[in-house]
C-alpha cells in the first residue's frame, strides 16, 4: 500500500502561493509516473491527483492540510474540498483531484453511490455505502507518518469529545445542467461551491456526506477544529478512501412498511393494526398484529448492520386518528441508529404532514394564514369548505383583524381546482375528523399535492 510522502514545503508556511505550486508541480510528476506505472493495468485507475486499486479496494487522493492560524475560523463545514473551492477557511484539507473523478474512483473499488438528501423531496438521510476516510502526513525530521482519521480532528462543542468514527456515506453529487451546454449535465462539486468532497453537514452537492441527519444551521458552531490535535498548515498530505467494514456495514437496506386493521377488528388504536414489512423484492420479511413484533424486526436489521430505510404504506382504512398515533410513534424511532423514513409513495404526503407544528392551528399565532380545508364525513365522500384568512389592519382597529372568505368544497376536484388556481403553490392546513378513513382523505390530499402544495393535516377534535 502506497503512503503519505515527503514534499517541498515548511510546517507552518502559508495556503496557497509557492507552497501550493510546488505541490501542484508535485501532483503533475506524481501522475505521470503513475500512468507510465499503472496505467495498462486495469486492476488500477490512475486520474490527476489520484490512484486507484480494485483488488486492494482503497482510493488514495493528493492532498494539502488547511491546518490552522488567526486567519481561519474554529468551525469545520469540511473534511475535505477541491482546489477553487474557496472554502479553505472551514476545511481540514484540499485535494487536488476532482470530485467527479472521486465518484468514479469509489465505484472502481466496487463502492455503489446512493443519493444526497433534498428537501425539497423528503429525502432527509444520506443514502449509499459507507466509506472509511483517512489522512496521512509526515512529520519530523526523521519522516515519520501520521495516520489520522479527519473525525478525531474535529469536537463537538456539546461534548468537547471528537465526532465519532462512522466514516462518511458515498452519496455521489447532484448532476444539473451544464450552463455552457443546456443539453449536456455536469457533476455539481466540480463545477460549483462549496465543490465538496467530504461535508460534515447534509449537502446534496458533495461526494460524501456525514451519515446521519445534520441540518447546516443545526451544527453550524458545534463541529469545532480540535486544538488538542495540531495539524501542520499547508502540508502535503494522502488522503485514503477505502470501505469502511470488510463485509461492507453498516449498508442501507430498502423496506416497505405496510399498516393495515388487524382483521376483525375496529382500530381505536396501534394496538388494532397488522404491520407487514417487505424488501425490494416485494418479499415479506415480518408480518405481526404485535407493535414489539415490528420493534424487534428492525432491531435485527440494525444488529445486523444495516440501515433500515423505510417507505410507508398505509392502507386506506385506516381511521385518521389512529394514523397520527403510528406516524407519532415512528417519528419517535426515526433514528441515527434506527428507522429512516423514505420519500413517500406517489399520491400520499410525507408523513410529518400528520405531525404538524401546533402554531399552525390558531390564526392568532401562525407565522403564515394557510389555506384552511375543513372536512366532514358524509355517506358517499367528504365534503369540505375552505376558507382563505387574510391579516388586517383597519384604520382605527386595535389589532389584527381576520378577513375570512369561505369557499364550498362538495368534491375534491371543487379543491383541486381552487389550489391550482393558486399564483405560487399553496400552504394548505386540512382539518378532517379522526374517525375519517384515510381513504377517505386521501383524493384532497392529492388536490393538493397535485398543485405542489405544503400540507399538514390536523383533527377537527384538536379544536375542541
Known amino acids: 500500500m502506497l503512503v503519505a510522502i515527503s514534499a517541498a514545503g515548511a510546517t507552518n508556511a502559508p495556503a496557497g502561493g509557492a507552497v501550493r505550486e510546488r505541490h501542484l508541480a508535485l501532483v503533475r510528476e506524481r501522475f505521470g509516473d503513475h500512468v507510465r506505472r499503472y496505467g495498462q493495468d486495469s486492476n488500477w485507475l490512475v486520474r490527476p491527483g489520484l490512484l486507484a486499486n480494485r483488488a486492494a479496494r482503497w482510493v488514495q487522493l493528493d492532498a494539502e492540510t488547511v491546518g490552522v492560524n488567526d486567519f481561519i475560523t474554529r468551525q469545520v463545514e469540511f473534511a475535505l474540498i477541491t482546489e477553487g473551492s474557496g472554502k479553505d477557511y472551514e476545511a481540514l484539507a484540499v485535494t487536488f483531484a476532482r470530485p467527479s473523478d472521486i465518484h468514479a474512483a469509489l465505484e472502481f473499488i466496487g463502492l455503489h453511490a446512493g443519493r444526497p438528501v433534498d428537501y425539497t423531496r423528503h429525502r432527509y438521510w444520506p443514502k449509499g455505502d459507507r466509506v472509511r476516510m483517512t489522512f496521512r502526513w509526515t512529520e519530523g525530521t526523521n519522516g515519520a507518518v501520521r495516520t489520522v482519521r479527519p473525525e478525531d480532528l474535529i469536537l463537538d462543542a456539546r461534548t468537547d469529545q471528537p465526532l465519532p468514527p462512522q466514516g462518511f456515506v458515498f ?62 498548515r499547508a502540508h502535503w498530505l494522502c488522503v485514503q478512501l477505502e470501505p469502511f467494514a470488510p463485509d461492507g456495514t453498516p449498508h442501507p437496506t430498502d423496506v416497505t412498511l405496510h399498516i393495515e386493521c388487524a382483521p376483525a377488528t375496529s382500530p381505536a388504536a396501534m394496538r388494532d393494526l397488522r404491520f407487514t414489512l417487505r424488501d425490494t423484492a416485494g418479499l415479506v ?180
Open 171 to 232: 452519496v455521489g453529487s447532484r448532476r444539473v445542467p451544464d450552463p455552457e451546454k443546456p443539453d449536456a449535465l455536469v457533476y455539481a462539486a466540480d463545477r460549483y461551491d462549496p465543490m465538496a468532497v467530504a461535508s460534515m453537514y447534509n449537502e446534496m452537492d458533495a461526494v460524501l456526506d456525514v451519515p446521519r441527519r445534520a441540518y447546516k444551521s443545526e451544527v453550524y458552531e458545534l463541529q469545532v477544529r480540535n486544538d488538542r490535535f495540531p495539524v501542520p
Open 285 to 464: 420479511r415480518q408480518t405481526t398484529n404485535d407493535l414489539t413484533g415490528m420493534l424487534a424486526a428492525f432491531e435485527r436489521l440494525v444488529g445486523a448492520g444495516r440501515e433500515p430505510y423505510v417507505t410507508l404504506e398505509p392502507d386506506d382504512a385506516l381511521p385518521l386518528k389512529v394514523l397520527r398515533e403510528t406516524c407519532a410513534f415512528l417519528a419517535s424511532i426515526e433514528q441515527d441508529k434506527g428507522i429512516r423514513i423514505e420519500p413517500p409513495l406517489p399520491g400520499h404526503p410525507y408523513y410529518r404532514a400528520f405531525l404538524p407544528n401546533p402554531a399552525l392551528r390558531d390564526r392568532t399565532t401562525r407565522w403564515v394564514q394557510p389555506l384552511e380545508l375543513h372536512l366532514f364525513d358524509r355517506v358517499g365522500g367528504a365534503t369540505g369548505q375552505l376558507f382563505r384568512i387574510e391579516d388586517t389592519w383597519p384604520e382605527g382597529a386595535t389589532g389584527t383583524v381576520y378577513k375570512i372568505t369561505p369557499y364550498a368544497v362538495p368534491a375534491p376536484a371543487a379543491a383541486a381546482e381552487y389550489f391550482k388556481a393558486q399564483q405560487y403553490p399553496p400552504l394548505v392546513v386540512i382539518f378532517a375528523p379522526g374517525a375519517m378513513r384515510y381513504g377517505t382523505l386521501r383524493p384532497f390530499l392529492q388536490a393538493a399535492l397535485d398543485a405542489r402544495a405544503s400540507l399538514y393535516v390536523f383533527l377537527s377534535e384538536d379544536n375542541q
